[in-house]
Antibody, heavy 118, light 106 residues
Framework: EVQLVQSGVEVKKPGESLKISCEAS????????IAWVRQMPGKGLEWMGI????????RYSPSFQGQVTISADKSIRTAYLQWSSLKASDTAIYYC???????????WGQGTLVTVSS | SYELIQPPSVFVSPGQTASITCSGD??????ACWYQQKPGQSPILVIY???KRPSRIPERFSGSNSGNTATLTISGTQAMDEADYYC?????????FGGGTKLTVL
C-alpha cells in the first residue's frame, strides 16, 4: 500500500526553527515527486514547492521561495519542509503529496498541524 | 503569477447535477486536476488529466477542460459529495490551486 506518513503536531514560538517530515512507503521513493501544500485555518490549499528525490531537483512557488526549504533523504525515504525562523502567519496544516507525470497528486499525507504562538 | 478562479460556493439538490468551474488564462492548454476535501480530512484526487478518474472514484464524477475553463461535473449528486473542491494546474513547472468551491447538497 502506498502511504505518506507525516510527523506530528508542532507548537512553536515565533523565531524558532522547525523541520517537519513525510515518510514514504509502498513505492519507489526516487521516481515520484513530493510536493508540500499549505492550508491556513479555514482557508484553501496553497502549493508551496516540490522535490524529486531521485536527483533533488526542487522548485518553489514564488510566494514561498526563500521562506522555506524543501529537502529529501533517499536513504530513509523521507521528505522534509523546514523553516529557519517561524512567524505566527506560518500557523497552518501542511500536507505532503506524491506526484508523477500529469497523473495528479494521487497520495496525500495526513497533514501536520503547525501552531506558532508566543 | 498564474491564477485559477473558482466560485466560492455551489448548491445542488440530491440526485441533480453539480457543475464546478475553474477559470484560468488558456487553461485548456494545460492539464487540470480536481481534488475533494471533506472537513478534517486530507484532500483526495478525483479527476486528473482533465477527465480521467482514479479507479476508486465513482463514475458520477467527470471533468472537461477547454478554452479558459475546466469543469468538474457530478451527476446524480449524493449527500456524501458535500465537500470543498479544488482545481489544480501547472504553469511553468510551478503548481497552482484554485481558491476552492464549497459544494452544498440540500
Amino acid at each position: 500500500e502506498v502511504q505518506l506518513v507525516q510527523s506530528g503536531v508542532e507548537v512553536k514560538k515565533p523565531g524558532e526553527s522547525l523541520k517537519i517530515s513525510c515518510e514514504a512507503s509502498g513505492y519507489n521513493f526516487t521516481t515520484y515527486w513530493i510536493a508540500w501544500v499549505r492550508q491556513m485555518p479555514g482557508k484553501g490549499l496553497e502549493w508551496m514547492g516540490i522535490i524529486y528525490p531521485g536527483d533533488d531537483d526542487t522548485r518553489y512557488s514564488p510566494s514561498f521561495q526563500g521562506q522555506v526549504t524543501i529537502s529529501a533523504d533517499k536513504s530513509i525515504r523521507t521528505a522534509y519542509l523546514q523553516w529557519s525562523s517561524l512567524k505566527a502567519s506560518d500557523t497552518a496544516i501542511y500536507y505532503c503529496a506524491r506526484y508523477l507525470n500529469n497523473l495528479g497528486f494521487d497520495t496525500w499525507g495526513q497533514g501536520t498541524l503547525v501552531t506558532v504562538s508566543s | 503569477s498564474y491564477e485559477l478562479i473558482q466560485p466560492p460556493s455551489v448548491f445542488v439538490s440530491p440526485g441533480q447535477t453539480a457543475s464546478i468551474t475553474c477559470s484560468g488564462d488558456k487553461l485548456g492548454d494545460k492539464y487540470a486536476c480536481w481534488y475533494q476535501q471533506k472537513p478534517g480530512q486530507s484532500p483526495i484526487l478525483v479527476i486528473y488529466q482533465d477527465n480521467k478518474r482514479p479507479s476508486r472514484i465513482p463514475e458520477r464524477f467527470s471533468g472537461s477542460n477547454s478554452g479558459n475553463t475546466a469543469t468538474l461535473t457530478i451527476s446524480g449528486t449524493q449527500a456524501m459529495d458535500e465537500a470543498d473542491y479544488y482545481c489544480q494546474a501547472w504553469d511553468n513547472r510551478i503548481g497552482v490551486f484554485g481558491g476552492g468551491t464549497k459544494l452544498t447538497v440540500l
